[in-house]
């Protein structure tokens, strides 16, 4: 079974940033996500609030926002690590939420959009004050 891992959560001050990670449980030259392109995005998700795409990447680093955010997020990867970064800047109490890493295989399309993907981590939490 493959797992996604994410880290780098915390609590932060309105202003601050964060770094966000999401690894393959277990990687290796052989795994599951090496076999495939594969295309990443984070979502956010706060209490009573619909499921948010933030950030999307490609195989080959092509990426995309939402314009709502402004600039302020960057996503990035590494792909022989088969890991996932999220950079989270200019943080506001709005931003407050549990941030997800999610991917599917065999995919060279960007989307924002929940029902794009197979695989899902069970989250890092974000919380600004």
């Known amino acids: 079974h493959v797992q996604l891992v994410e880290s780098g959560g915390g609590s932060v001050q309105a202003g601050g940033s964060l770094s966000l990670s999401c690894v393959a449980s277990?990687?290796?030259?052989s795994t599951w996500f090496r076999q495939a392109p594969s295309t990443y995005s984070w979502f956010r998700q706060a209490?009573?609030?619909?499921?948010?795409?933030?950030?999307?990447?490609?195989?080959?680093?092509?990426?995309d926002y939402p314009h709502t955010l402004s600039g302020r997020f960057t996503i990035s990867r590494e792909n022989a690590k088969n890991t996932v970064y999220l950079e989270v800047n200019s943080l506001t109490p709005e931003d407050t939420a549990m941030y997800t890493c999610?991917?599917?295989?065999?995919?060279?399309?960007?989307?924002?959009?929940?029902?794009?993907?197979?695989?899902w981590g069970q989250g890092t939490q974000v919380t600004v004050s």
């Open positions: 209490p009573g609030k619909e499921r948010e795409g933030v950030a999307t990447i490609d195989p080959d680093g092509k990426t």
């Open positions: 277990g990687y290796t030259h």
């Open positions: 999610a991917a599917v295989r065999a995919c060279r399309t960007l989307s924002l959009q929940s029902d794009t993907y197979y695989y």
